[in-house]
């Protein structure tokens, strides 16, 4: 089973920058479609962005061009880069796998604000 834990959250003012970093524990991670995902007080969790095995990446039209996720597999390391934050981008970011199966991990909290 593979076990993943997320990180690099924090506080940042609109239009800045965060990256944050999903470790994965176990073997399978390399073979899995992965995705990172977010919630917002009071909605339900979404995909914010996915990526295959191979490395094909898919995005929600609210991050396109503004998030890129991105994975290396020789680390059982994932990412996802974040630019020009938006205050509406604030929420708990998880990482799991595409659809996920995973048991959930803490998530890592952003928080755009001025």
């Known amino acids: 089973q593979v076990q993943v834990v997320e990180s690099g959250g924090g506080l940042v003012q609109p239009g800045g920058t965060l990256r944050l970093s999903c470790a994965a524990s176990?073997?399978?991670?390399?073979?899995?479609?992965m995705g990172w995902y977010r919630q917002a007080p009071g909605k339900q969790r979404e995909l914010v962005a996915g990526?295959?095995?191979?490395?094909?990446?898919n995005y929600a039209d609210s991050v396109k061009g503004r998030f890129t996720i991105s994975r290396d597999n020789a680390k059982n390391m994932m990412y996802l880069q974040m630019n020009s934050l938006k205050p509406e981008d604030t929420a708990v970011y998880y990482c799991?796998?595409?659809?996920?199966?995973?048991?959930w991990g803490q998530g890592t909290q952003v928080t755009v604000s001025s």
């Open positions: 799991n796998a595409n659809p996920s199966r995973l048991t």
């Open positions: 990526i295959t095995s191979g490395g094909g990446t």
């Open positions: 176990g073997t399978l991670f390399k073979v899995l479609a």
